[in-house]
């Protein structure tokens, strides 16, 4: 059991370029989230999905897409990276509340992104 | 917009004392408030969360205190260890699983746990 993975761990965009980060989770969780941490600061969400096809805005969705085709999986693309992307950025999941309300969410260790 | 913010962005404890550490917060519609901790170069990880109808609610070593007249969070860990040495954020939760229960995080406050 993995919990969430990342994938990149690192990576150094110019200006312009494109990428995708990947996130999967095996924990059969039904959210999933993408947040962008800046120093000295708390995370900020970007987009989250509440399932398998469905997405939707967070805080600052500006500058970035997602896809959740498959349950596990969280994609956020950058389609032309700007230099104010450059951030840490943090995937989580979250499974389906029950009776209770349930908080906690899995955080994966993160992608660290530069721009230039 | 409503948030969630810290008052001490830096915390120094020595090993083995209480550890406080403090949250306000503006948004009197939320009904759960959460405390998470980061470790250098890992993900937050969940410590404890308090429901908006409780004042205190225990875990092992801490403690977190919900004072809703001044709309203050704090979080306390007894007998601090090195391990505790992290970022600790609280976080807001407006309960709404179609919105996907999103969390309002706040600025986050270093604890530096002295030997």
């Known amino acids: 059991n993995a919990g969430v993975t990342q994938t990149p761990k690192f990576r150094v965009l110019k200006t312009g370029q494109s990428m995708t980060l990947l996130c999967a989770q095996d924990m059969n969780h039904e959210y999933m989230y993408w947040y962008r941490q800046d120093p000295g600061m708390g995370l900020r969400l970007i987009h989250y999905?509440?399932?398998?096809?469905?997405?939707a805005k967070g805080e600052v969705p500006d500058g970035y897409n997602v896809s959740r085709l498959k349950k596990q999986n969280f994609l956020l693309g950058l389609e032309s990276a700007a230099p104010s992307q450059t951030s840490v950025y943090f995937c989580a999941s979250r499974k389906l509340a029950g009776l209770e309300s349930y908080n906690e969410q899995f955080f994966g260790p993160g992608t660290r992104l530069t721009v230039l | 917009g409503e948030s969630v913010g810290l008052h001490l962005p830096t915390l120094s404890v020595q090993e083995g004392d209480n550890s406080i550490i403090n949250c306000a917060y503006s948004?009197?519609?939320?009904?759960?408030f959460i405390w998470y901790k980061q470790e250098s170069g890992k993900g937050p990880q969940f410590i404890i969360d308090i429901r908006s109808n409780m004042d205190k609610r225990q875990g092992q070593r801490v403690t977190v205190l919900l004072n809703k007249t001044v709309k203050h969070l704090s979080l306390q860990i007894a007998a601090t260890q090195p391990g505790d040495s992290a970022v600790y954020f609280c976080a807001e939760k407006k309960t709404n699983e179609a919105a996907g229960n999103k969390l309002t995080f706040g600025g986050g406050t270093r604890v530096l746990v002295k030997p």
């Open positions: 999905s509440v399932g398998e096809g469905t997405t």
């Open positions: 948004n009197s519609a939320s009904d759960y």
